[in-house]
């Protein structure tokens, strides 16, 4: 084993900084990782963005590449002047848009600076329903990845999908579940929930029901929609303004949701607060939330839904329902559905609304997993020993 007397240096490179639960985890790890023991700067390889605003480290150093879309040489080249003339220890890729940069610009300093590679989402991009395409970057990844230092995981449904596509049973991937840390008290959480439902005009008799994410296909929040819809015209004997929808977030489909809420007579009822980087202050107001994605590794906003106490519907997709179902370690915290089916999505949103004690109930069940498994400092643990690992560090 190696000693190092100095921080562990370390670049998380991603294609841009925007708002997002990969965008969250790395403002956690720059912001919570010990400073005597690490120095955590990140690179864009495109554009900075507005979860600039979670680092809360102003020593965290963001470097924007300034790159344009598709195959640059030039942007390798600069990348590799970058990370040597920063002297990094490790280099962090994540997902597909970073993974073949980061290792042609890394390759020939391995002795100095180790790869590894996070996956954190759809493991071949979100723009991968091209059967040429998915096949060219399973060939990549299969190539790239066993000759990288490490490849590492939120969920254990992303590492069986890396071993699916790339075809490499054996690689070694590290599963390291995301974690957060809570600074506000049940008494603060209480006063924003009040605060921000006074600002939108709602009662604390009113039945929220919340959607936090990007409005993109693959976190297909058109399926909650058809979902509210089903559930307030099947409760005629419930005043429209007792019950509503907060749909938080913004993406290309915004457009097109603001249409359909038209189209179905609901509009009155939802709300469209726009993208919000203070997403704890808008769960607080939630009564359940929903996770409607088609595709997904492990949810951030679920994990901050149950930080929170807030109870949960989500698809069976990735550990979603692993998060929420009860278990060898606690009671359910949530339900579940299939992934599309509006109609069940529909009648877990009555279920909820009809039985305040069961919402009660998965409150403190979803607070005490939480507490039990997904803390921020344990996160910050495995990492640190993972890092170390890699070094070769003891």
């Given at each position: 084993?190696?000693?190092?007397?100095?921080?562990?240096?370390?670049?998380?490179?991603?294609n841009?900084?925007n708002?997002?639960?990969?965008e969250?985890y790395?403002?956690r790890m720059?912001?919570?990782?010990?400073?005597?023991?690490?120095?955590s700067?990140?690179?864009?390889?495109?554009?900075?963005?507005a979860?600039?605003?979670?680092?809360?480290?102003?020593?965290?150093?963001?470097?924007?590449?300034?790159?344009?879309?598709?195959?640059?040489?030039?942007?390798?080249?600069?990348?590799e002047?970058?990370?040597?003339?920063?002297?990094?220890?490790?280099?962090?890729?994540?997902?597909?848009?970073?993974?073949?940069?980061?290792?042609f610009?890394?390759?020939?300093?391995?002795?100095?600076m180790?790869?590894?590679?996070?996956?954190?989402g759809t493991?071949?991009?979100?723009?991968?329903?091209?059967?040429?395409?998915?096949?060219?970057?399973?060939l990549?990844?299969?190539?790239?990845?066993?000759?990288?230092?490490?490849?590492v995981?939120?969920?254990?449904?992303?590492?069986?999908?890396?071993?699916?596509?790339?075809?490499?049973t054996?690689?070694?991937?590290?599963v390291?579940?995301?974690?957060?840390?809570?600074?506000?008290?049940?008494?603060?959480?209480?006063?924003?929930?009040?605060?921000?439902?006074?600002?939108?005009?709602?009662?604390?008799?009113?039945?929220?029901?919340?959607?936090?994410?990007?409005?993109?296909?693959?976190?297909?929040?058109?399926m909650?929609?058809d979902?509210?819809?089903?559930?307030?015209?099947?409760?005629?004997?419930?005043?429209?303004?007792?019950?509503?929808?907060l749909?938080?977030g913004?993406?290309?489909?915004?457009?097109?949701?603001?249409?359909?809420?038209?189209?179905?007579?609901?509009?009155?009822?939802?709300?469209?607060?726009?993208?919000?980087?203070?997403?704890l202050?808008w769960?607080?107001?939630?009564?359940?939330?929903?996770?409607?994605?088609?595709?997904?590794g492990?949810?951030?906003?679920?994990?901050e839904?149950?930080?929170?106490?807030?109870?949960?519907?989500?698809?069976?997709?990735?550990?979603?329902?692993?998060?929420?179902?009860?278990?060898?370690?606690?009671?359910?915290c949530g339900a579940?559905?299939?992934?599309?089916?509006s109609?069940?999505?529909?009648?877990?949103?009555?279920r909820?609304?009809?039985?305040?004690?069961?919402?009660?109930?998965?409150?403190?069940?979803?607070?005490?997993r939480?507490?039990?498994?997904?803390?921020?400092?344990?996160?910050?643990?495995?990492?640190?020993?993972?890092?170390?690992?890699v070094?070769?560090l003891?």
């Amino acid at each position: 084993m190696m000693h190092k007397e100095s921080p562990i240096r370390i670049a998380y490179i991603v294609n841009e900084f925007n708002v997002g639960g990969l965008e969250r985890y790395i403002a956690r790890m720059c912001n919570h990782l010990p400073p005597k023991r690490f120095e955590s700067e990140i690179i864009c390889l495109r554009s900075d963005g507005a979860a600039h605003d979670w680092l809360n480290r102003s020593e965290t150093t963001v470097h924007v590449m300034g790159a344009t879309s598709g195959n640059n040489p030039a942007l390798i080249k600069n990348l590799e002047r970058l990370l040597i003339s920063r002297s990094y220890d490790i280099v962090q890729s994540h997902n597909w848009g970073t993974l073949l940069e980061t290792y042609f610009a890394s390759r020939s300093h391995r002795t100095v600076m180790k790869h590894i590679h996070a996956e954190r989402g759809t493991v071949l991009g979100s723009d991968c329903s091209a059967r040429w395409k998915r096949w060219t970057r399973s060939l990549a990844m299969r190539f790239t990845l066993p000759r990288i230092s490490g490849t590492v995981c939120n969920a254990y449904a992303i590492e069986k999908k890396i071993r699916s596509v790339t075809k490499l049973t054996a690689l070694p991937v590290e599963v390291i579940p995301n974690g957060l840390q809570i600074d506000f008290s049940e008494v603060e959480v209480q006063a924003m929930r009040q605060e921000l439902r006074a600002d939108l005009g709602l009662g604390p008799e009113v039945f929220v029901v919340g959607f936090l994410g990007r409005f993109a296909e693959v976190k297909n929040p058109s399926m909650v929609l058809d979902a509210f819809y089903k559930f307030v015209t099947s409760i005629r004997h419930i005043p429209a303004e007792q019950v509503k929808l907060l749909m938080v977030g913004d993406g290309p489909l915004k457009h097109q949701l603001e249409q359909k809420t038209k189209e179905l007579g609901v509009d009155s009822m939802v709300l469209f607060p726009g993208e919000r980087t203070d997403s704890l202050r808008w769960l607080s107001a939630m009564d359940i939330l929903v996770n409607s994605s088609t595709s997904e590794g492990m949810s951030q906003a679920i994990l901050e839904a149950m930080a929170l106490g807030v109870p949960l519907v989500v698809t069976d997709v990735g550990d979603s329902r692993r998060l929420i179902q009860g278990d060898d370690f606690g009671p359910d915290c949530g339900a579940w559905v299939p992934s599309g089916d509006s109609n069940q999505l529909a009648e877990q949103i009555a279920r909820f609304w009809q039985a305040s004690s069961m919402r009660y109930d998965f409150s403190l069940n979803a607070k005490q997993r939480f507490a039990d498994r997904y803390s921020l400092q344990q996160m910050l643990n495995r990492y640190e020993q993972y890092y170390r690992t890699v070094l070769g560090l003891d």
